[in-house]
């Protein structure tokens, strides 16, 4: 509970709702539909980590309904309208989805499979045409706003598939976000996070190029930073990274494996697509560097490692 921060919740009607994969995001995530009134059963892998989230809510104020567990995916979904989803990859998510134990297996006609995992959008087409074979509904919708946007419930959502079923499962995640947007078709939600990863990417090297060059320069870092933060190298990166790479902390955040993980769709992407991406390729091979150094668990700043 410590880690999970209430908020105000937009009054809507409880629903019983899943959610599967309680890693750093999905945890709190699934805090916050419980906080916001609807029924929640949960499944994780290693199932002691769902019966410690149980634990940790039972008698919790304000919850109308006690967070459960259910030992496979399938028996999570059972009568749950909406299941919600943040698994690692695409090959995680097959395994939470398809299969006997896979919740599509335990979704009743018109249930909604959400999926936040960051993956592929071809695999969130291929389980879109899967559900619909079903009479389910797939959506798509990877989050930006890192593991602080998930504690305190302000992450972005962003969406693709069929807007009816949109429409249904919207005010249910504003439980955990503060914008949640349908951008077109299936796989366009995770089409729009590859977006997200390549302006980060770049923008990454370059605040870590700044700091190593301002530190070889001998400036005060600090107060450099809290100036041209007020000007037009202002950034997200900037305003909650700035002073961690100064101060070489990177034991937290968006883990570099991740980001490769990420950078690696973006490149499969843009093949498929022929848009041209010579700096995030570029990147991604900076972050192999830093995972050689050892730094597959740091957060993403841990850029500026590779030129301290
Ligand atoms: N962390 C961030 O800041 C951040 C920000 C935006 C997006 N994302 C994306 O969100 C997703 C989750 O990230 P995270 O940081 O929450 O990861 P995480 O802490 O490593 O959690 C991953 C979750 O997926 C489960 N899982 C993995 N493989 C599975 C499988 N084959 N079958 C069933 N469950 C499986 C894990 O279960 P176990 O507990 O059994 O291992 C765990 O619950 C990733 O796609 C990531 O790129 C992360």
């Known amino acids: 509970m410590a880690s999970t921060q209430p908020r105000p919740y937009q009054p809507t009607p409880a629903r019983k709702v899943a959610f599967l994969g309680l890693g750093v995001m999905g ?5 916050h539909l419980a906080l916001a009134g609807h029924d929640v059963t949960v499944y994780n892998r290693t199932a002691s980590k769902a019966i410690a989230l149980c634990a940790e809510y039972a008698g919790a104020s304000g919850l109308k309904h006690p967070i459960k567990h259910a030992d496979t995916p399938r028996l999570a979904a059972q009568g749950a309208e909406l299941v919600f989803c943040c698994v690692g990859n695409d090959d995680d998510l097959r395994a939470v989805t398809l299969g006997a134990d896979g919740a599509f297996a335990g979704m009743e006609p018109g249930g909604i499979f959400i999926d936040h995992t960051t993956a592929s959008a071809e695999v969130a087409r291929e389980l879109y045409g899967a559900a619909r074979t079903l009479g389910l509904r797939f959506i798509d919708a990877p989050v930006s706003g890192g593991q602080a946007g998930a504690q305190n419930g302000q992450l972005t959502v962003m969406c693709g598939g069929d807007a009816a079923a949109f429409a249904a499962m919207q005010s249910v995640a504003l439980s955990f976000a503060r914008a949640v947007t349908l951008l077109g078709a299936s796989g366009s939600g995770q089409l729009a996070k590859m977006v997200n990863q390549i302006c980060i990417a770049g923008l990454l090297e370059g605040l870590a190029e700044g700091v190593a060059f301002g530190q070889r320069a ?12 007020q000007g037009a190298a202002q950034s997200w990166q900037m305003e909650n990274r700035g002073q961690s790479m100064v101060d070489g902390k990177f034991d937290f955040g968006f883990a570099v494996d991740w980001m490769r993980k ?6 499969d992407e843009a093949k498929r697509n022929g ?9 991604d091979q900076f972050y192999a560097d830093v995972q050689q150094l050892g730094g597959q668990r740091w957060d993403t700043s841990s850029l500026i490692k590779r030129l301290t």
């Open 218 to 229: 001998g400036l005060d870092m600090a107060q450099v930073l809290a100036v041209i933060s």
């Open 27 to 31: 945890t709190p995530m699934a805090a």
């Open 262 to 267: 990420d950078l690696e769709l973006v490149l």
């Open 275 to 283: 848009a041209r991406l010579p700096v995030t390729a570029l990147v």
